[in-house]
């Protein structure tokens, strides 16, 4: 490496924020991001999270369309407890295949057209729920647009970093997880809350609206300069890089650098190169916030809200939670939008655990200790039942738990949520990037399925309580794992972050 680019990295800082080489002579100085036009940046942006409201809408099909097959006349699609509930999780089992494909897709195809390609399980999924003649066909569908999901949770949050520059990365890292929760809210809307305005073969239908769009959008959309560069398309990567930042402004220079950090590494990583640290580090550090992002709950409390609701009776009409939780993320995805470049990732993300931690705290002493007779339970030890359990006189205690929720959500959202997938995409090296980004994938929704089967079972046997006592720990684990690995990426170029691993410098692990 250049004694330029290395000796600020060797030198003590007084903060553990400043990991990044702090330069006077920085390639990408601020007047260079002043300069840029970013009209064509936001809607290469748009275009491409079209897959991310897609997965949104896909996850949440399941809440207004279960009550509609478990009262359908057909004995062939009415629903019971047992397929109801693998009509709604096998989708994750979906998503981890898809995340497991995009490790070899987003190297083969690339960034863009994995996303493209995920169209078709997407439409093909949807068409069978739409059409579905049996049980078989609604599971299959869902498997499908589980699978879509996958590819686009490993593929979207790539192709935006590599496109964006340091300035807006942090806001548009964001976007994907806004349009995922505005995809849940449009579901939402059209299938419960306006009661069911499209019939749930309609709903399916109405599901390939953004897909296709996505689709139309992105074939006039740049791939990735980085990932045009690393496969030998330089002229293509110049004319995408213009395309993204514009003709007047002086991308020569951020092509150069993109080009000297690709040019110094190798087409794909090879067994032997996984022990460098430049490698392995920020591969464990994803896959360890993807991890510990599921373990801390958020899958469980939005698969059994209204569960958990009628369980502590709180103070809501069940047809009202999803939306109002909806809401409450999408505010919070855009406080995050809007402050992560400002802020920082690191910041953020304490804030976010600490609000999670005293949330799941609150929750779980609040369960244990209020009285059934108050928190208007009969029993602690079951919510798969909780939809006959008899309505108690109008507490207002139980708004503890309903705000206990929310700012869990919330926390969630602002934090953990959305800068897990956009430290993903900063961290992972280039020639590793595909494949790691779809084992996060695999990880998360993995450990999502395997959560949201036992919590039923832990439920039963030790009581509400004992799983957001647990939460509370993962969520303690949480920051204490942001503090010793992970990395403040605010303001640093894809490049400068590469360099920094590279060095294997000790301060990362502070």
């Not at 400002?342 to 993300?349: D, E, P, S, T, W």
């Amino acid at each position: 490496m250049e004694p330029s680019v290395r000796e600020p990295l060797m030198r003590k800082t007084s903060s553990s924020y400043r990991t990044f080489p702090q330069s006077t002579s920085k390639r990408l100085d601020k007047e260079y991001l002043r300069s840029l036009h970013n009209k064509r940046l936001y809607l290469a942006v748009f275009a491409a999270v079209l897959g991310n409201f897609s997965f949104g809408f896909a996850l949440v099909y399941p809440s207004p369309v279960i009550p509609a097959l478990e009262t359908h006349p057909s004995p062939a699609l009415r629903l019971d407890q047992h397929t109801a509930s693998w009509f709604g999780s096998v989708f994750t089992l979906g998503a981890a295949a898809g995340g497991l494909s995009a490790m070899l897709l987003n190297d083969r195809l690339g960034r863009k057209l994995s996303i493209i390609f995920s169209a078709l399980p997407s439409a093909a999924g949807y068409a069978l729920m739409a059409g579905a003649q049996g049980i078989g066909m609604l599971l299959l569908g869902r498997v499908l647009t589980g699978y879509a999901g996958g590819v686009t949770s490993a593929s979207i949050p790539v192709y935006i970093s590599e496109i964006s520059h340091p300035g807006v990365r942090g806001m548009l890292g964001a976007c994907p997880q806004i349009m995922a929760v505005l995809g849940s809210l449009v579901l939402y809307a059209l299938g419960k809350y306006l009661g069911l305005v499209l019939d749930w073969r309609w709903l399916a239908v109405a599901g390939e609206v953004p897909v296709l769009t996505m689709v139309v959008l992105l074939c006039f959309m740049p791939n990735s300069p980085r990932f045009l560069l690393s496969h030998g398309k330089d002229d293509e990567a110049l004319g995408s890089l213009c395309w993204l930042r514009g003709k007047d402004t002086d991308y020569a220079r951020e092509y150069e650098q993109i080009e000297d950090s690709v040019r110094k590494q190798s087409q794909r990583v090879s067994c032997a190169e996984i022990k460098d640290p430049f490698i392995y580090k920020p591969i464990l550090i994803a896959v360890g916030m993807r991890f510990l992002q599921q373990l801390a709950g958020v899958t469980c409390v939005l698969v059994y809200l209204q569960s958990i609701f009628k369980k502590t009776s709180v103070i809501l009409k069940p047809e009202y939670d999803a939306a109002i939780v909806g809401l409450v993320r999408l505010f919070s995805v855009a406080i995050a939008a809007v402050s992560m470049d400002k802020a920082g990732r690191k910041i953020l993300l304490f804030v976010s655990g600490g609000v999670m931690l005293v949330s799941n705290l609150t929750m779980g002493l609040y369960i244990h200790f209020v009285p059934a007779s108050q928190n208007g339970t009969i029993a602690n030890k079951t919510l798969v039942s909780s939809a006959n359990l008899p309505v108690e006189p109008t507490n207002y205690v139980t708004l503890i738990p309903l705000l206990a929720t929310m700012f869990f959500i919330m926390g969630y959202a602002m934090g953990w949520g959305p800068i897990t997938w956009l430290l993903m995409s900063e961290i992972l090296p280039l020639k590793a990037r595909g494949v790691a980004s779809g084992l996060c994938v695999v990880v998360s929704w993995l450990t999502a399925f395997t959560l949201t089967q036992f919590f039923l079972r832990v439920v039963e046997a030790f009581g509400l309580e004992v799983p957001f006592l647990f939460f509370a720990v993962i969520c303690a684990g949480n920051i204490l794992f942001t503090s010793c690995c992970v990395p403040e990426t605010k303001g640093r170029s894809l490049e400068q972050i590469e360099a920094f691993f590279r060095t294997g410098r000790r301060s990362l692990m502070r």
